[in-house]
């Protein structure tokens, strides 16, 4: 038995802790008042300003519409708080019994799965909270919540939850989610109805009536119910609106202005400010942004236009202004209520042939030219590995004869890339890669050449990018500068002093073969990648185009904007219809060629560069006796000699047996 003196020391003890306890909540509560009440205009969207300072839109969309509580069906509110705090009008922000069960609780599990948040709580964590579970983010919002019970009426409080609480499908706010769900104001609301909504923001996904009708279901009952036990309905109220068939809204919500646009730039704008997206989406803030609302139209036409909205193709596409890095219009997909899913942004797919600039970049480092000649023909490549690799052309044509790098490009000969691939090596191949700024993982096999590691459409857009701006290194944006409510400016985007990355020189006479997929002169074996779009055309482009099974990629740039196209299939399905392989170069095309504004592309030539008639098919000078002539352009000092009309062209193939021509023959004449 205990003596008596170690019982006093006992209940000391717990007379300290009980005192401690409560000095350190009357602190935190006297904190709370010194802080004085909270910023309630985090309860407003974020609003989305394009390139002209423009409203494109807020972060709720054009359905988000504040009511106030007179506004709402008293069912949808009862219904609420039946099921989020039945004791809402009963405490002080924290229900203590809730917390200590859920505590206890958590504590076995040794989780955080049960809740016991009220109203107050989630509308703290909507204002000013990451939806993070964790053991400071709980902290935090009870402190949130006592500090806006201390200073806003319940009334205020509820108001605020109501017009913030997400309902999923895009819809924030109970009058934007009653008119999405039922095509009807919140104050017109039924019983059956406002039951529904009250259940969907447990689980916006899972107990969306639109997505899993059983979970919402049942969990429309249980609010029912609770409903009737507390005494806020009759029983006759119960069995109708259990009885009640629900219409749901079937008319195509309105399209919002740039959706996918809106999402990247409220995650930039989330990193910016080192905030959580949600807090950005609710915390009031204007974000200026780089949208140039014109061209985001006529890319999001364009897409429409080409691709047939019952199909399950996809689509994305990226605009970048080579000078800057701004990203002018972004398509993620070609219906964001059915998939958000950024597909310009997040997703990654291989390439095709519209990764040869980055070889031929490095040929143009390693001795080739525009003349350079390899033959075309059917190939099995004995690797170093004792394998054996054997790539065609598309449709299985070859020229089974020497073609120029001009031609190889414009026709997307597959046998030249893998021997050029071979001759780079793959280490010089990948480290011209990074040079473009690709940072996808890339695989040093000959194929590679070919474009079968996979990149995401900003990522290879941005590389294009660097061609046109004559080799300089920027970083693709959508945000130009964040404010408050109040108008503060809280970011403003420095220009960056783009870094020569590229020869100005190499990524100038790249980017004049690249024009070549739309020049029919260069017409061989094949027709030219471009021949089905060109008579769209008007002005001048440089791009390629790639194919692969599952993929269709067209990516190109005029001097002022770069543009990349991807189509196909989210779950890998192969493209069977011809058709559809050609449907990237057609938005392209449409959309390149509408805001294109004065006609007059030219790209700028850096000094040390010349330009001469030549023939695309010898790669000699060309005269007017020659069958086909195209500008061609070279380093000084590479630039062919001879021409393609007389005796002098096999003296010349002997003339300019060099290291930049010569050699190359010889290694694959050697090896294949």
């Not at 993070?132 to 509820?158: D, N, P, V």
């Not at 019983?191 to 969907?200: C, P, Q, R, T, Y």
């Not at 997929?517 to 002169?521: G, K, L, R, S």
């Given at each position: 038995m205990k003596s008596l003196k170690e019982l006093r020391l006992i209940y000391k003890l717990i007379g300290g802790i009980i005192l401690l306890m409560i000095a350190g909540i009357l602190a935190i509560y006297l904190l709370a008042y010194l802080m004085g009440p909270p910023n309630l205009s985090n309860q407003s969207p974020a609003i989305f300003y394009d390139q002209e300072g423009e409203i494109i839109e807020d972060s709720f969309g054009d359905s988000y519409e504040w009511v106030s509580l007179d506004n709402i069906d008293p069912s949808a509110i009862q219904a609420t708080l039946v099921i989020e705090d039945n004791r809402f009008f009963d405490h002080n922000g924290l229900d203590f019994f809730r917390i200590a069960k859920s505590l206890w609780n958590n504590f076995v599990s040794g989780s955080l799965k049960e809740g016991a948040s009220t109203i107050t709580q989630q509308y703290a964590?909507?204002?000013?909270?990451?939806?993070?579970?964790?053991?400071?983010?709980?902290?935090?919002?009870?402190?949130?919540?006592?500090?806006?019970?201390?200073?806003?009426?319940?009334?205020?409080?509820?108001?605020?939850?109501?017009?913030?609480?997400?309902?999923?499908?895009?819809?924030?706010?109970?009058?934007?989610?009653?008119?999405y769900?039922?095509?009807?104001?919140?104050?017109?609301?039924?019983?059956?109805?406002?039951?529904?909504?009250?259940?969907?923001?447990?689980?916006?996904?899972?107990?969306?009536?639109?997505?899993?009708?059983?979970?919402?279901?049942?969990?429309?009952?249980?609010?029912?119910?609770?409903?009737?036990?507390?005494?806020?309905?009759?029983?006759?109220?119960?069995?109708?609106?259990?009885?009640?068939?629900?219409?749901?809204?079937?008319?195509?919500?309105?399209e919002e202005a740039a959706s996918f646009f809106k999402d990247q730039a409220l995650k930039e704008a989330a990193q910016i400010l080192n905030k959580d997206v949600e807090e950005v989406k609710l915390g009031g803030y204007r974000l200026h942004t780089t949208l140039n609302s014109d061209y985001q139209q006529e890319m999001e036409a364009a897409a429409a236009q080409t691709i047939d909205e019952k199909s399950d193709l996809e689509a994305a596409g990226i605009s970048i202004v080579p000078q800057t890095g701004e990203v002018v219009a972004m398509v993620g997909g070609i219906d964001y209520h059915t998939s958000s899913y950024n597909r310009a942004v997040d997703a990654k797919r291989m390439p095709g042939s519209t990764f040869k600039p980055i070889l031929y970049y490095a040929a143009l480092e390693n001795g080739y030219t525009a003349s350079t000649t390899l033959t075309s023909e059917a190939t099995s490549f004995q690797l170093s590995d004792g394998s054996t690799y054997q790539p065609s052309n598309f449709n299985g044509y070859y020229a089974d004869a020497p073609i120029t790098l001009a031609q190889a490009i414009a026709l997307s000969d597959n046998i030249y890339a893998v021997k050029t691939a071979l001759y780079i090596g793959g280490d010089r191949f990948i480290e011209a890669a990074k040079k473009f700024g690709i940072k996808s993982d890339l695989n040093s096999v000959p194929s590679l050449a070919l474009g079968t590691s996979s990149v995401s459409v900003i990522e290879l857009t941005n590389a294009y990018a660097r061609l046109a701006n004559g080799g300089k290194a920027v970083t693709p944006y959508l945000i130009e500068e964040i404010t408050d409510a109040d108008g503060k400016s809280l970011y403003s985007h420095k220009p960056e002093e783009g870094k020569a990355v590229l020869d100005e020189k190499k990524a100038f006479i790249l980017t004049q073969l690249l024009t070549g997929?739309?020049?029919?002169?260069l017409n061989g074996y094949t027709s030219v990648t471009g021949a089905n779009v060109n008579n769209q055309l008007t002005d001048i482009y440089a791009g390629k185009s790639g194919t692969t099974d599952f993929d269709s990629w067209m990516v190109g740039y005029s001097p002022v904007i770069s543009t990349g196209i991807w189509v196909g299939y989210d779950d890998h399905r192969e493209m069977t219809n011809v058709a559809e392989t050609a449907f990237s170069k057609e938005i392209w095309a449409n959309y390149m060629e509408k805001i294109d504004q004065d006609g007059k592309n030219v790209f700028s030539m850096p000094s040390g560069v010349v330009g001469l008639p030549v023939d695309p098919v010898s790669g000699l000078r060309a005269d007017v006796s020659c069958e086909k002539s195209r500008i061609m352009f070279y380093e000084k000092g590479t630039e062919p000699l001879g021409y393609c009309h007389n005796d002098e062209a096999e003296q010349q193939d002997e003339e300019i047996d060099k290291p930049d021509r010569g050699v190359l023959e010889k290694w694959f004449e050697m090896l294949f």
């Open positions: 964590r909507n204002l000013y909270l990451s939806p993070k579970k964790t053991w400071s983010r709980k902290l935090q919002e009870a402190f949130y919540a006592i500090r806006l019970e201390m200073f806003y009426s319940k009334e205020e409080i509820l108001e605020g939850y109501m017009n913030t609480i997400y309902y999923g499908h895009g819809a924030h706010g109970i009058e934007a989610a009653s008119n769900f039922f095509g009807k104001p919140a104050d017109q609301l039924s019983l059956a109805e406002a039951s529904m909504l009250a259940g969907v923001p447990k689980g916006p996904t899972y107990y969306s009536p639109l997505n899993n009708l059983e979970n919402a279901t049942n969990r429309q009952q249980l609010i029912l119910k609770r409903m009737l036990d507390n005494e806020l309905i009759s029983e006759a109220d119960y069995t109708a609106a259990i009885n009640e068939k629900l219409n749901y809204q079937k008319q195509t919500p309105v997929m739309f020049d029919e002169t």
